[in-house]
């Protein structure tokens, strides 16, 4: 039996090793009989860019609507800041998001968020750890009965994160007087920052779950390309993005 703890922010572990469909099953229950011990009644869940990320969500989701929770799953990949806000919108008790954040491609991971947005404070992780059984027999419908039953509804947390920063933020300004290089990193910020600043000068906004061999953490040594971009073009702030979009780093020339 793998034991499995939480380190600063969520579980992380290598796909296939330690990050499995079994473990993400007995991760689900120890939170689903966590959040029924509490009286929770509502849960917000997403996925990030990586490798199996869809799957591993809808496993998460279909233990935990298993258990009478309802199940509000992000609609395609979504950053964690998306899965923050919409667990406040939705008046959710508690969100979830499949991600290593700024770990290698080889990892996944697993991250709770309270009903305030934040992460969940290690005194209610360590009552999850607590809770996870040494092993998980399967006794739940299938992923589209619980659609069918509204058990899990697909929500659409993009769309709701970027009506919040239109109705937050002066974008006529920021797009008139703002000139800006994003480097995604592969991660899940690709498509919000295009949608916030259409003009801005894109790199490595494409999906790849691999992440081109280069871990999505925000550091001087894996942001070379839009390092030098900036330092030939001198009029553009840099800005970027670790792999769920959750941290961020800002260049100048």
Known sequence: MTIIKFGTDGWRAIIAEDYTIENIRRVATGTALWMKSKN???LVIGHDCRFGGRMFLEETAIVIAS???????A?????????????????????????ASHNPAS???YKLKSSYGGPTIPSEIAEVEQLIPSTVIPDWKAF????EDHSIEIVNLEDDYFTHVKNNFNLDILRTHTKVAYDAMYGAGQRIMKKILPDLVPFHCEYNPGFNNTPPEPIAKNMTEI???LANVGDKVGIAHDGDADRVAMLDE
């Not at 609609?75 to 991600?99: C, N, R, W, Y």
């Not at 589209?144 to 659609?147: A, F, G, M, P, V």
Request: charged content about 15%.
């Open 107 to 109: 990892y996944n991971g």
């Open 144 to 147: 589209s009965d619980y659609i």
């Open 40 to 42: 929770m009644k509502q």
């Open 227 to 229: 390092s030098a971009y």
């Open 67 to 73: 258990h009478g929770i309802k199940v509000l799953m």
């Open 75 to 99: 609609e395609g990949f979504v950053s964690t800041p998306m899965v923050s806000l919409g667990v406040i919108q939705h008046k959710a008790d508690l969100g979830i998001v499949i991600t």
